[in-house]
C-alpha cells in the first residue's frame, strides 16, 4: 500500500525542515558563543559544559516558579502556551534523535537525550490536553 505525497508538499516539509536544522544550527552556534565567552572571561575556571548545565538548570528552576505562581484563572491559556512550546521541543527532539550514528563521539548522547526529550515533551503535551480538557469541563453548565 503505496501512499502517494504531493511533490510541492513534500517540497515544503524538506524546506521546512531545513529551515528547522538551520535554526537549531544557529541556536547551538550562539550556546557554543556564549560558553566559550563564559570560559575566556573566567580564565578557563569555567567549563562550557558547567555553562550550558547552569543554564539548563536556570530555565527549570524560573519555569517551575512561572507555572506554580499563575492564577487558576489563568491556567488553561498557559496549558495552550507550554503545548505550543512543546511542540517546538519535539522538533528539536525529532532533530537530536534521527542524527546519524556514524556521525562523531555525541551522537549516541544526542540520540538518547533526544529520545528523552521527545518522550517528556510528548508526556507534558498529553497532560496539558488531558488538563485542559477537565478545566474546560468545569465551565460546562451542568444537566
Do not use: C
Not at 23 to 44: F, P, R, V
Not at 91 to 104: E, K
Amino acid at each position: 500500500m503505496a501512499v502517494e505525497v504531493d511533490p510541492n508538499l513534500m517540497e515544503k516539509i524538506q524546506a521546512a525542515a531545513q529551515a528547522a536544522r538551520h535554526a537549531a544550527e544557529t541556536a547551538q552556534a550562539y550556546a557554543d558563543q556564549l560558553a566559550a565567552g563564559a570560559a575566556a572571561a573566567s580564565g578557563g575556571a569555567i567549563d562550557p559544559f558547567v555553562f550550558r548545565l547552569a543554564i539548563f538548570v536556570l530555565a527549570v528552576v524560573v519555569g517551575y516558579y512561572v507555572v506554580w505562581a499563575v492564577t487558576p484563572s489563568l491556567h488553561t491559556p498557559l496549558m495552550s502556551v507550554t503545548n505550543a512550546i512543546s511542540s517546538v521541543i519535539v522538533v528539536g527532539a525529532l532533530l537530536s534523535a534521527g542524527i546519524n550514528s556514524d556521525s562523531g563521539d555525541g551522537a549516541g548522547t544526542a540520540r538518547l537525550f533526544g529520545f528523552l526529550a521527545l518522550t517528556l515533551a510528548s508526556v507534558n503535551i498529553f497532560g496539558g490536553f488531558l488538563v485542559t480538557e477537565r478545566m474546560l469541563s468545569m465551565f460546562k453548565k451542568k444537566g
